[in-house]
C-alpha cells in the first residue's frame, strides 16, 4: 500500500453537485496535513456518475475503474442530480457507485457517527440524549436486495430478491468483530429474522462466526423494526451496529440525523483491496455552487482514510482540525440556527489552520 517513501496514490472522483466542492476542501485539507506529517499524496481525478454520463455515456467509465484499482485509496465525493433522474438501469449516475463497490471488492461500508460536544445543542434529538454517542455501523455493501433480481412484469407488478450467502454474512461479520475489539466490545446485529430466511441465515453465521473467533464480545440482536426506534430512544446504547444493506442504508440515514446534519458525517467502504472514502450525504442539488456546502463529512472520510493508509497521526491532526473550527463555534449554513454561518471555504481554511496547529503540537 505504501510505495516506499510515504507518497499515497488518491484517485479523486469528485462526481457531481456539491461533490466537486467537499473534494477539493478535502484535499486542502490532506494537503496541509501531508506536508505537515513528511508525506505527500499523488492525486489523479476521474470522472464518475452523472458527470461520466455526460462525458462518455456510462457512470462508471473502464478508464475511472482502472484508476482506482491502481491507486492506494479512493475518494469520492457525491454522485446524482436532477438532470439524470430519468436515465434508467445503468445510465443512472447511482448505478456507476454501485459497480465501482463491486470492482473493488469493498463489501464492508463503516459509517461512525459521533456527535461533537459543538454539535449537541444543535441535534434534533435533546441535547442529554445525544451527548457521547458514538457509535460505528458496519453494513454488508456489495449483497443482498441491491444485488439481487429485480423484475418487470408487466405494468402492475415488480420484484426484487434479497440473497444473502453464509461467506458473504461471515466476512462481514469479522469486519464487525474488529472494530469492536479495538472499541467498547459490543456488537448489536440487526435483522428481520421473524420474517425473513435470508435474516434467519444472516443470524445463525454472526452467532457462529462471534461465538467461534469473538468469544469476548458481547452479542445483541435486533429486529430492524425495534433497532430503528432505538437509535431514536437511546442512540448511546450503541457501540457496534452490525447489519446488511438495505437495513444498514436506512439505519444509517437515521442515525446521521443525530449530529444535526447530513453534512458531517464520513464514511468508509473497505474489503479486499482499495477502499473507498467518501462523505454520507449525496449531492445536495439544491445549494451547488454557492458556497453552502459542509465539507467535514468528506474531510472526516479523509481522516479514515488516512488511518485505513497507515497515518494515525494525519488522521488525528484532521480530527482535530475539525474540531478546533467547531469548537471555534464556526458552523455552515446547514448546522445554523439563525443567520451566523461561514461557507465552505472559510471553514476548509479554519480547519487546515487547526490542523496545522494540531501537528506542530504532537511534533513538539
Ligand atoms: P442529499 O444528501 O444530497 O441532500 C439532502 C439534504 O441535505 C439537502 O437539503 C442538502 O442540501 C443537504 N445536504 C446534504 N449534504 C450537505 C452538505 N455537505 N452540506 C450542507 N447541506 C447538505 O440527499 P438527496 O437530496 O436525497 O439526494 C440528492 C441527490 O444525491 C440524488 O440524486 C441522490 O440520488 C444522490 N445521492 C447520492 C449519494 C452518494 O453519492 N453516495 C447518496 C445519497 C444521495
Known amino acids: ?46 470522472p464518475v456518475g452523472g458527470a461520466a454520463i455526460d462525458h462518455v455515456g456510462q457512470p462508471l467509465p473502464a478508464g475511472t475503474l482502472t484508476g482506482c484499482l491502481d491507486a492506494d485509496a479512493v475518494m469520492l465525493g457525491a454522485v446524482g442530480g436532477p438532470a439524470w433522474d430519468h436515465g434508467t438501469g445503468d445510465k443512472r449516475p447511482e448505478a456507476g457507485l454501485l459497480a465501482l463497490r463491486k470492482g473493488l471488492g469493498t463489501f464492508a461500508n463503516l459509517r461512525p457517527v459521533a456527535v461533537p460536544r459543538a454539535l449537541a445543542a444543535l441535534s434534533p434529538l435533546r441535547e442529554e440524549r445525544v451527548t457521547g454517542v458514538d457509535l460505528l455501523i458496519v453494513r454488508e455493501l456489495t449483497g443482498g436486495i441491491y444485488f439481487g433480481t429485480p423484475r418487470t412484469e408487466g405494468e402492475d407488478v415488480a420484484s426484487d430478491t434479497m440473497l444473502y450467502t453464509k461467506t458473504e454474512v461471515q466476512r462481514i461479520t469479522r469486519i464487525a468483530g474488529q472494530w469492536a475489539r479495538k472499541r467498547g466490545g459490543r456488537i448489536t446485529s440487526v435483522d428481520k429474522a421473524n420474517v425473513l430466511a435470508s435474516s434467519r441465515l444472516w443470524r445463525a453465521a454472526v452467532e457462529e462466526v462471534l461465538a467461534a473467533e469473538f468469544p469476548e464480545l458481547a452479542l445483541d440482536q435486533l429486529y430492524v423494526d425495534n433497532a430503528a426506534m432505538q437509535i431514536v430512544r437511546d442512540p448511546r446504547q450503541f457501540d457496534v451496529i452490525l447489519t446488511g444493506n438495505l437495513f444498514g442504508d436506512i439505519l444509517s440515514d437515521l442515525a446521521a440525523t443525530l449530529p444535526g446534519s447530513l453534512g458531517v458525517l464520513p464514511s468508509a467502504s473497505v474489503g479486499e483491496g482499495v477502499g473507498i472514502f467518501e462523505p454520507v450525504h449525496g449531492s445536495a442539488p439544491d445549494i451547488v455552487g454557492l458556497d453552502q456546502a459542509n465539507p467535514i463529512g468528506m474531510i472526516l472520510s479523509a481522516a479514515m482514510m488516512m488511518d485505513h493508509l497507515g497515518e494515525p497521526d494525519a488522521a488525528a491532526a484532521i480530527r482535530q482540525g475539525v474540531d478546533g473550527a467547531l469548537n471555534d463555534g464556526l458552523v455552515t449554513a446547514d448546522l445554523a440556527r439563525d443567520l451566523r454561518f461561514v461557507g465552505t471555504r472559510e471553514m476548509t481554511e479554519r480547519i487546515c489552520k487547526w490542523a496545522v496547529t494540531s501537528a506542530a503540537t504532537t511534533r513538539t
Open 1 to 46: 500500500m505504501n510505495r516506499g517513501s510515504r507518497s499515497y496514490r488518491i484517485a479523486l472522483l469528485p462526481g457531481d453537485g456539491i461533490g466537486p466542492e467537499v473534494t477539493t476542501s478535502a484535499t486542502e485539507v490532506l494537503e496541509t496535513v501531508a506536508d505537515a506529517h513528511g508525506f505527500s499524496l499523488e492525486t489523479a481525478e476521474y
